[in-house]
């Protein structure tokens, strides 16, 4: 049996991506709804040990089981404990942060996000400084993470980000990331808003799979983004996201993460 939570144990559990919880040990509070990304609509918890956490979605047709273990809880795959823990308390979404998704709703259609068939919100300025109000109060937050959908364009949707981030940087001193599609001057307006972290995701670097699963973006425009964002926000302060099982290959990801990539200039 891993004691704890290993990132070997973390990896299996990611890639199974689901739980199976008796409802008697996982109250309400411990439970969040994702509203951004493959996710959204579905409803996940936290598991944290030692230096790792993992968010699983609740499934009762998991192969994972969530037991009851000494002072905490285990994950048990096919009768055999691989995992144990503690539930941890999602702030807001996520634990220790509050994570916000400031437009719940999309013009584009990947193929991996049910965003736009949910029609969802665009929250006012208001409403997402009372969800991080909400979020401190309880428990301590270390960072504010946003991301958004794009309601109208990706202008006017950075025009709204910049606005909402501005706003949040008055009020907190706390770091603050963004996740959004790229214009031409996101990273610059951005940064002079407050946010000290940008997300531009590239979600596959295989361009042929990129355009079938991501129609109206641009692969080569995002990968620029993230070039030039590195030299306003500075190393380690710019990051992307990968879909893994889009039928790319091993060696399409491990080009694109190490930039070795034909596309990387």
């Given amino acids: 049996m891993h004691r704890g939570l290993t990132a070997e144990t973390k990896a299996l559990l990611i890639s199974i991506g689901s739980g199976d919880v008796d409802p008697s040990l996982l109250p309400d509070d411990l439970k969040t709804v994702a509203t951004a990304g493959p996710g959204a609509g579905g409803t996940s918890f936290f598991i944290h040990a030692g230096q790792h956490r993992v968010r699983l979605a609740l499934n009762k047709e998991s192969s994972l089981k969530i037991i009851p273990w000494r002072d905490g809880i285990a994950v048990q795959k096919e009768g055999r404990i691989i995992a144990y823990g503690k539930f941890e308390l999602p702030l807001c979404h996520c634990p220790e942060q509050a994570y916000i998704t400031v437009s719940e709703r999309c013009i584009f259609d990947c193929k991996f996000c049910p965003v736009p068939l949910l029609h969802g919100q665009v929250k006012t300025i208001d409403e997402i400084i009372a969800m991080v109000e909400n979020a401190a109060a309880r428990g301590t937050i270390k960072a504010i993470s946003l991301t958004s959908g794009v309601a109208e364009s990706p202008e006017k949707e950075v025009e709204y980000m910049v606005r909402v981030v501005r706003a949040l940087a008055q009020r907190y001193d706390l770091p603050l990331g ?88």
Avoid: Q, W
């Avoid at 596959?204 to 990968?223: A, H, N, Q, W």
């Fill in 178 to 265: 963004v996740s959004v599609y790229p214009t031409e001057t996101s990273s610059e307006d951005l940064k002079a808003a407050g946010a000290c972290e940008i997300k531009y995701n590239v979600e596959t670097m295989d361009p042929e799979i990129f355009r079938k699963v991501c129609p109206g973006l641009s692969l080569e425009y995002i990968l620029f983004a993230l070039e030039k964002a590195v030299g306003i926000f500075g190393k380690n302060h710019v990051s992307s996201n990968f879909i893994i099982g889009l039928g790319e290959t091993d060696e399409c990801v491990e080009e694109g993460v190490d930039g070795r990539s034909p596309l990387i200039h």
